[in-house]
């Protein structure tokens, strides 16, 4: 973690005034984390600090910190936005020095010491349990160690993994890898879905090894998904890194979301994305098939 001290934030305080003196009259902090930066900044920029702004108005929204982009893009079509820490892919970046901040970034405002197991205790409270209990109090440092674990395909580097491959002459037969167990984590509720996935191209004349289409299915896996997509971005990277005749992946998997909460109803949901001769050329698709089935 990267404890941000006072003086970091009012140098950003002082770049936003700087970009926007003479330009706005009001401001607007975003809740939770922009409303201390909206009254640093408003020291200089002599505008006033509101508590919601109005379509029309002359208005500066700030927000302290933006990973997606989406809070303050839910403002700009009627308003100035801006931010004091901005994050762009992985590593966050300290504006304006652009400074490569590979952390978690705690606020002198956050809660206790901002780090993220606050979140993940306040959860715990949430149920009714007590995070204080014997059994919990090592939990929120357990649940990061398990996600980082289960999250560790955004960190997989997809061309690494299939930039080896063999020349193995005139082949032009399917190759194909069945029922790769995985486990990935629904994005709509955070809950697990487990299943198989099976990967089949035909090579111009490289294939890659068995072991690194097992890492791929891992690679996507370990994220937050859907099914759907999962499914595509498989296929998609055989397509651009092996640049096959065809490829095609279908999936296979039981989703928690659907067995343990809302209909509570068990289901497999099967899932497929084909490409080249496999998506043109029935006969090929229907050998691919028969070929899974059997």
């Not at 308003?79 to 020095?97: E, G, M, N, V």
């Amino acid at each position: 973690m990267r404890h941000l001290t006072w003086q970091e934030i009012d140098e950003q305080a002082r770049r936003i005034a700087k970009t926007w003196h003479g330009k706005v009259r009001t401001i607007y902090g975003v809740p939770q984390g922009g409303a201390p930066l909206a009254v640093m900044v408003s020291k200089y920029l002599e505008a006033e600090v509101i508590e919601r702004p109005s379509v029309g108005m002359n208005c500066l929204v700030v927000d302290d910190l933006v990973d997606s982009g989406r809070t303050l893009a839910a403002f700009a079509k009627d308003f100035h936005t801006d931010a004091a820490f901005i994050k762009s892919h992985s590593p966050r970046i300290l504006a304006p020095d652009a400074r490569l901040i590979d952390d978690w970034l705690v606020f002198p405002w956050e809660k206790n010491d901002g780090a993220p197991t606050d979140g993940i205790v306040r959860l715990i409270e949430f149920i009714g349990e007590d995070p204080s209990r014997e059994g919990l109090i090592e939990t929120p440092e357990r649940v990061l160690r398990a996600w980082r674990e289960m999250t560790e395909g955004y960190r997989a580097d997809i061309a690494q993994i299939l930039s080896k491959s063999f020349d193995v002459g005139s082949v032009d037969e399917m190759v194909i890898l069945r029922d790769i167990p995985f486990v990935s984590i629904c994005e709509h509720h955070l809950l697990p879905f487990t299943g198989k996935a099976s990967l089949a191209y035909i090579p111009k004349n490289r294939v890659v090894g068995l072991s690194k289409m097992a890492r791929l299915v891992e690679a996507y896996a370990k994220r937050l998904q859907v099914q759907e997509r999962l499914t595509n971005q498989i296929r998609e990277a055989l397509d651009h890194h092996l640049s096959p005749l065809g490829a095609g992946v279908i999936v296979e998997a039981s989703h928690t979301c659907m067995c343990y909460r809302g209909v509570k109803k068990t289901g497999s949901m099967i899932t497929s994305s084909l490409s080249g001769v496999f998506r043109e050329d029935q006969a090929a698709r229907a050998e691919l098939i028969n070929l899974l089935r059997n």
